[in-house]
């Protein structure tokens, strides 16, 4: 194989992003994984990212692009708060990813999910997917491993969850994208945001649940290599 030509060629991009809404307020997560395609570039990047001091914003598909248009809306936010002085809305952080996703979408390969509280409408979570649409939800979820988590959460999310209940679905559910999906791994990530402020949570891979057969997660090599001999495999 032409090594140059693999790692010339696109990259395939993936993550799990979650936004929840609860009796209060909302609960984001992520994992923490980017990769370029088989490559893992950072396994610890955060992709909950703040647009302002109520708002926050998961990032998925290219780091890039999703990276840039966070920073302008930070910018447009803050020009925001100082012309009306007082803080802006879920709605109004979220219509402006939409905008600049959707004047931009020939050339950004990004999906997003905006969440936070205000004080006019409580805790709010916005979906906007490739292309710029805008879709206000009680719950979603985006990134290659959502197509995992459908129907997981047509099933376990309820209205009128508490914060314990809506955080430990959204570090359930990520950690089930993490055992199925490839684009998705490392740690777990959490921001809950309501009147009360905003409370970042982090989750290492060795606190995570285990599904199905997966291993134990290890540091390294070496804590295989120095393991007791494993069992043979069947074939």
Known sequence: MDLKMDVDGPHAMGTTIIGVTYNGGVVLGADSRTSTGVYVANRASDKITPLTDNVYVCRSGSAADSQ?????????????????????????????????????????????????????????????????TILEQPFAIGGSGSSYLYGFFDQAWNEGMSKDEAEQLVIKAVSLAIARDGASGGVVRTVIINSDGVTKNFYPSDKLPLWHEELEPQNSLLDILNSSSPEPMNI
């Open 68 to 132: 840039i248009v966070s920073d302008y809306v930070r910018y447009f936010l803050h020009q925001h708060t100082i012309q009306l002085g007082q803080p802006a809305t879920v709605k109004v952080a979220a219509n402006l990813v939409r905008l600049l996703s959707y004047n931009n979408k020939n050339m950004l390969q990004t999906g997003m999910i905006v969440g936070g509280w205000d004080e006019y409408e409580g805790g709010k979570v916005y979906g906007i997917p490739l292309g710029g």
